[in-house]
């Protein structure tokens, strides 16, 4: 099964290929956009990681005919009412992933220690050419640093201490890690994207499943046209 992944980040297709491999899914070729020669993208324009993340599975799914996934994932800080939220990706007006872990850091600069908490978002969601929707999201909680750490992930990762590590460090001389400078399978197991994803392998699993029916059918159709 062809699965069109809405996105221009390679390493969310790596991550999504890690999810897929644990899962032992096979039979599941994941493209891009530009592997399909592209197409007009949607405006972003929702109010939510949800709406976000289906306008642009909508629109793939529409304008490929293809099995479309696509995410909207961005981090949320308590001390800012949850912002950058879904502007996450152009906080700095730029889209570029230092320009806007910049400018956060300045608008964060004077916020103690203590109040410096932070969530990771991530809503994934697939449609199909025929209508089809499934929906999940997750979500990863931790503080955010005073200075970038880390040379893994992208984003806002440099950024992002978990709170699984503050909690692996406790009571211990170590330095909790970043969220870039975990590997990729510590991140799959416990990021926002990594837990939506993983949601969503029962559907994945399913539409691969429907997809070989389909394969099959087709070939026992042409052996029949051969033979006759």
Excluded at 40 to 53: C, L
Excluded at 188 to 202: F, Q
Aim: one cysteine or more; glycine letters at 8%.
């Amino acid at each position: 099964m062809l699965l069109h992944v809405a996105t221009h980040n390679p390493k969310k297709l790596v991550e999504l290929r890690r999810v897929l491999d644990v899962a032992g899914i096979e039979n599941c070729e994941l493209v891009t956009s530009e592997d399909l020669l592209g197409y007009e993208e949607p405006v972003e324009d929702g109010r939510t990681f949800a709406d976000n993340a289906l306008i642009k599975a909508r629109a793939g799914a529409k304008a490929t005919g293809e099995v479309t996934l696509a995410d909207d994932s961005g981090l949320c800080v308590k001390e800012m009412n949850g912002m950058p939220g879904v502007l996450s990706a152009r906080w700095s007006g730029e889209g570029d992933d230092d320009a806007n872990n910049e400018l956060l850091l300045k608008q964060m600069k004077d916020v103690p220690l203590g109040r410096r908490d932070a969530s990771f978002v991530s809503v994934c969601a697939i449609v199909t050419p025929e209508g089809e929707e499934f929906i999940e999201k997750g979500e990863w909680a931790g503080r955010l640093l005073r200075n970038p750490v880390g040379e893994n992930g992208f984003g806002y990762d440099p950024l992002f201490v978990p709170a699984e590590e503050d909690e692996r460090v406790d009571g211990t001389d170590e330095r909790p890690r970043s969220s870039a400078e975990l590997s990729g399978a510590e991140k799959d197991a416990l990021s926002h994207r990594g837990k939506a994803l993983e949601a969503l392998v029962p559907a994945i699993s399913s539409l691969v499943a429907q997809w070989e029916a389909r394969s099959s059918e087709d070939s026992e159709d042409d052996d029949d046209d051969t033979s006759s």
